[in-house]
């Protein structure tokens, strides 16, 4: 069965400082990846996917992740972030050929001024 | 174009009540998911439908259903509700089936079950 691994419940960034949050994934053949966004009250927003080809992604608002096969990871990476980034985060991973997405728990990113 | 519809936004009920939830996506969108999210849970996969067949099943309770209609808009149901089916439900829209195109998410519907 396919699990998502976010080791990180809730981390801390300084406004400007650079961001990577970590996604952890379980699956026994190259899964499709994403990472999404979900503010409070809100439905959630896709940032970038992973489906094949160049390992390295860049998505919306700045963001880019990294498929490292070897490793089993897709980190998310920012390299400046913004107050306006602080949300809840999550990475899922889907079997190709279906909608169907398995997410991790969510990093919840809190940015200080 | 409008996102995706999910409505009533809100709704509270009592244990063994029944509740329909319904969603509207995106137009041209022929495929719609399901998904609840919990504190504990986190977010779980419910449905997938396309073309009115349901794709893909999560590990729910039968009292958990869903369909699809000609027009795409999907309803979830879910029957004798017990307190812990408090949750967000959320609905995602796309293209095409497959996983390759973009879902796009509602806003979901708060259930509260008291």
């Known amino acids: 069965a396919q699990s998502v691994t976010q080791p990180d419940i809730h981390i801390t960034v300084s406004e400007g400082a650079s961001l990577e949050l970590r996604c952890n994934y379980s699956?026994?053949?190259?899964?499709?990846l994403f990472w999404y966004v979900q503010s409070p009250g809100q439905g959630l927003q896709l940032l970038l996917k992973?489906?094949?080809?160049?390992?390295l992604v860049q998505g919306i608002k700045g963001f880019e992740a990294e498929f490292k096969r070897s490793q089993s990871s897709f980190n998310l990476r920012k390299p400046s972030v913004h107050w306006s980034d602080a949300a809840e985060y999550f990475c899922?991973?889907?079997?190709?050929?279906?909608?169907?997405?398995?997410f991790g728990k969510g990093t919840m990113l809190l940015v200080s001024p | 174009k409008a996102g995706v519809t999910q409505t009533p936004r809100y709704l509270i009920k009592t244990r063994g009540q029944q509740v329909t939830l319904s969603c509207s996506p995106i137009?041209?969108?022929?495929?719609v998911s399901w998904y609840q999210q919990t504190p504990g849970q986190g977010l779980q996969f419910l449905f997938e439908?396309?073309?009115?067949?349901?794709?893909n099943k999560g590990n729910f309770p039968g009292r958990f259903s869903g369909r699809q209609f000609s027009n795409s808009r999907s309803e979830m149901n879910v029957s004798t509700l017990e307190l812990g089916d408090s949750a967000l439900y959320l609905c995602?829209?796309?293209?095409?089936?497959?996983?390759?195109?973009?879902?796009?998410f509602g806003p979901g519907t708060r259930l509260t079950v008291l």
């Open positions: 995602a829209s796309s293209e095409l089936a497959g996983g390759t195109d973009t879902q796009y």
């Open positions: 699956y026994g053949a190259t899964p499709y």
């Open positions: 992973y489906f094949s080809g160049d390992t």
């Open positions: 899922a991973v889907g079997p190709p050929g279906y909608s169907t997405l398995t």
């Open positions: 137009s041209g969108h022929r495929s």
């Open positions: 439908y396309f073309s009115e067949t349901q794709r």
